[in-house]
């Protein structure tokens, strides 16, 4: 009669201890390492509940299971938002850098405004403007249509002279003061000041020495009672003033540390 063989006692053994392991792993996965905290940062308008109701995490599911690409994908359907960066905090804890989009300028477009974040993307569509909103106005663009969450749809160069504009006058914190920010001539570009005050940049290089030099001239020019009347910074070395008296003055200021030291950079 032939033996009926068994297996090894050993491979037995082995199997039961692997299948242990995932069993062990399964059941962290499904009890230790889920999502129980959401830490939301960065946000002042909104709150964190808002945030988080927009990511489409859900607590209690895999911490392993988060997808850092759909998390951003869901959250930007709210063109205001952002994911500027996710953490996770094992086991059970998830960190959002949530940046704000700040409308930084309007432009208008078949009796339609739109506002523009700093990357010159569409946030949202009015018919009338906030009278609080102190932000520029884009002129001398032809916008076709507008697609909010998308950049603005004029030509190319003009998009990028409006985004060098707006980050130079943000980071020089003089959004404020600019009415208008003019486009039109892209070797021409200037600026009508909140005062009535023309200032032109000629083209788009040299922007942090150029609207350096026109904060500095600008305090001294107020300082002597002129608020109105054409500064050209165009050069980045000298200042040209003419005022409504068309009386010309000329300050020559310093464009490497003009703009450093009144910026901090």
Known sequence: MQQRRTGHPGRRAALVVLTSIVLGILLLQNAVFVVKTVIVDGVQRYTPEQVYALTGIKRGQSIFSLDKQVIATN???DHFLEL?????????TVVLQVRERT???VVSSLGVLAMLDD???VLSTTNKLDTDVAIPFIMG???PTLTIGMPLSCEPKQLEAIIAIMDELTLQGVTGTIDQINVADLENLHLIMASGMKVELGDVHDLEQKVGMMRATLSALQAEGFYAGEL??????VADFIANLEVEVDYRIDPTAVPNELVGR
């Not at 500027?84 to 059970?92: F, H, K, N, S, T």
């Not at 050209?232 to 070395?237: E, G, I, N, R």
């Open 119 to 121: 990357g010159g993307r």
């Open 103 to 105: 409308p930084r300028a």
């Open 232 to 237: 050209d910074v165009s050069s980045a070395t």
């Open 141 to 143: 663009v032809r916008v």
């Open 75 to 77: 959250l930007s359907s």
């Open 84 to 92: 500027a960066g996710m953490e996770i905090r094992y086991p059970d």
